[in-house]
Structures are given as C-alpha cells and as structure tokens.
C-alpha cells in the first residue's frame, strides 16, 4: 500500500485461524386445512449461537521508512440469536377470485468482541477492544389478490413493513469510531401485475409503488439529515414466445436498500493503515435492467443492459483526519453493465456436461478512475450419473480471464473442484465426498486505485478444502407448510 505522503508503506499478514461454533435451531409449524378452498398456518423459527470462537492469531508486519513494527490480532468472539414467526392464509373464495395473507415477525440480537494488541519495538504492547451489540425486530404483512379475467390474470396487493435496528459499539483505541445508534423505518407499497397469453405468446406487465420512511437517531437525538423518505415508481413489462426458438423480452426496475450493517457508522481496525466501516449517508440503489433471451434444444443465450443509480460498492480512500486508508461503502451516481451469456447442456446416457459462458464489459468511471475492463468467465461441469448404483460423480474447470469487478482491477485465475455421491438404502443414507480447489489456483490479486491511494492485493492462501458429508433423513416427506415471507425487509436484517 502506498500512502499518499509519499511513504511507501508495506504490510504483509500471517493468519492462522481455527474457528469453533455451537449452535441449535428449532422450526415448528402447522397448517389447518378445514377445507379444499382454504388453508392457514403458522411456523416458528429459532436459532440460538450461543458460542463463535474465532481463534486468529494474526501478525501484520508493517515497513515504512525504513522501521518496521508488528501488530497481532489473537481473538474474536460473537454470539447470536433469533425468533421468527410467519403465518399465511391462502383462500379460494370463488373459481375466478383467489386470496393470499402472509405475516412475519422477527426479533435479532448480534454481540461480537475483537480484541488486539500493537507492538511497538522494545515497548509494551498495548491491548485494545471493539465490542459491537446489535438488536433488530420486524413486523410486516403482504395482502394479494388474483383474479381471472377472461384468459389473462389480474394480480393486486399491498405490503407493509416496520422494522427497528438498534447499534451499539464500544472501541477502547480512541481513533475508532463508536456509535449508538438507532434506525425506524417504514415500508408502504402497491402492486399490480396483469398476465395474458395468446396461443404461444405470453404478456405481462407491471407495476410497483413504494413509500419509505428512514428515521435515523444518534446517541438518542433523530439526525434530520440521516432522516429521509423516498417515493419509488418501478414499472416491469415481460413478452416471452414458446417456439422452436424460444424467445424473450423483459424491462424491469426495481429497488435495493442497504442492509442495517452497512449503515452503521462505526470503524473497524484491521491494522495501523487500514480501517474499514459502514455509511450512514448510503442511498438506495435503484436498478434497470433490459434483457433478451432465446433457447434452442440444449442451448441458451441471453444478453442483458443494466443501468444502476446510487449503486452501493466498497470504495478504499486514504482519510486525512485518521492518517489511514478507510475502506466503506460509497453511493456511485451511475454505473452501466453489459453481459452476454450462454450455456449448452445436452445429456449423452450418463454423462451430463454444461458449458457456461459469460462476458461481462462494465461502464463505470469514479473520481477520475475507469473500471471499464472486460472479463470473461468460463466453466465446465462434467457430472457423470450412474442410477442403478447409487453414483454421481463430478469435475468442474472455471476461468476467468481478470478484468473489472465494481472498483476493483481482478487478476486471472482457474479452479478445479471434484465430488462424489453415493447412496443407500433407498437414498436415505448419502455419502458425499468433494474437494475444491484441487490445485490449489483458485485465488487472484486484486489492485485498487484511488486518486490519494494505491492498494495491491495479492492473496496466497490455500484455497484447498477437503470435505466429507453424512446424512441420513428419517422422514422423506417434504414440509408442506405454504407460508413464504411477506417483505423483502427481511433481507437487510
């Protein structure tokens, strides 16, 4: 890493990590039936991790000027848990009209501590901690409607989601930003979809409205400039056309808010020159997307344009006030996408090949840095299925020819990963072997530029994992409870 005060400033880290990790889940549910029209039920869910020991004993020696120091890293601790109800109604009311009521509610609760030392050259080193407590709970619900009308069918519904996130960290090294925060938000949306098909040829379109209120509170006190609401209008139109060739054409808009973590306001230390944290100033992303499709037999292709406003990247900037390089999340006002991909996957008795292509030419220019380079990823997957015994076997080849990924310049690289199934006794029992990376190539450098900054990092770890699977199911009968999540809020939590 090179500084912008013209020091040239070298780290290289040693890790050796051992992890150790207990946790239980519980998941009960039940559904009523009192009819063939009608069906409700409920499931919970639990899962407690009352115990995480990262054991890293990490050395970071750091060069500059000619001295040189060591840092080490020995524990982090984390535990959590959470509860989750969900409950559903799906009503036939007449032949034409159909009704469907999903709820969730979700309680969360996160603790992690990190603790690390710096060693000056004949001193005493100094212990330091960062204790982060993080608590989250949900409440949201999604009415729809379906209603036949001729040959086509008419979708409407609304959702609603209130969720609360609660931030609390606590660093004893005073340049580490603590925070005590709090985030209310609110979700109100509409939506309607109409489909009709004539003869071969599917339509459908669409529309979304969303309102969403973010209420952001520091050390108890709501920050009016954190605080804001957004009104989101996302249309969708798809034509698809089953032929010989099989073609399709869809536009869709949609909208990403960033997860809670990556609103909290915190730093991190990774080392002496390196912080990284979240923004409590991140916009939503919103994305259009414009694609084309066509399949043939064994054969699919497809091209798509992707536009994103206030796209959401990790960006590493040197920070004047801190004297580090600081590494968060940043909104980049536009960012525009190419991609053209193809797959073959014919079947010849029992070996089964797939060939995946993918070509991806970026567009992107920030702070006067262009990640425009095209990659290209390619992929082999033989697998081989032998039915009468039981066996599966598989080998995959990847490659990707290094190019730009968001704000970063990647390195080419290649992999290898075997695995083998068996099964007995009537597929109750399967053994699983795999080993990924067999050789061990699966890695890359990446290199990160930034106007005050130069970052290159080369990775050489082994990559190798050999792993080793039983399982036995008592009950083949599938779950047959039909509830499904009503918000995508879920997801930021």
Known sequence: MELPTAQATKISMEVDQEDKSCSRYLIAGVNYTPSKEHSLGLQYDFTQKPKWEIDSDIQSHISTKGSSRQEAQHSHYSKDHYHSLNAYYLGTITPSYQLRYDMNLFFKREEAENKFSLEQAGQTPKHHRSDLEQRSRLLSARLQHFIQLGQGQLTLGNEAAWTRNKQRHVATLSTLRQADSKIENQLYAAFASYTRAWGSLMAELGLRYEYNKYDYHEAGVLQPEQSKAYHSLMPSVQVALQAPVALSLSYQTKTKRPSYHLLSDRHQYNNEYLYEGGNRYLLPQNTQVL???????????????????????????????????????????????????????????????????????????????????????????????????????????????????????????????????????????????????????????????????????????????????????????????????????LQRL
């Open 291 to 489: 694609a084309l499709g066509a399949q043939w037999q064994d054969l699919q292709a497809a091209v798509e344009y992707q536009h994103l406003h206030n796209a959401i990247y990790f960006y590493t900037k040197y920070d004047p006030a801190l004297a580090v390089a600081l590494s968060k999340p940043y909104n980049i006002p536009h960012s525009d996408a190419l991609d053209f991909s193809a797959s073959w996957s014919p079947r010849f008795g029992f070996w089964r090949p797939s060939l995946q292509l993918l070509v991806h030419k970026p567009f992107l220019r920030f702070e006067g840095e262009e990640f425009s380079d095209a990659s290209l990823m390619a992929s082999l997957r033989n697998f081989f299925l032998f039915r009468k015994q039981g066996l599966n076997f598989s080998m995959e080849a990847s490659y990707f020819s290094g190019g730009s990924q968001e704000l970063s310049q990647v390195d080419a690289y290649w992999q290898m990963d075997l695995s083998i199934n068996k099964t007995f006794f009537d597929q109750r029992l399967r053994l699983s072997l795999s080993l990924d990376d067999a050789f061990n190539t699966g890695y890359s450098s990446v290199t990160l530029r930034a106007r005050e900054l130069k970052i290159h990092h080369a990775q050489r770890p082994d990559g190798r994992r050999l792993k080793l699977t039983l399982n036995y199911s008592f009950n083949m009968k599938k779950n047959r409870f039909k509830g499904e999540d009503s918000s995508s809020e």
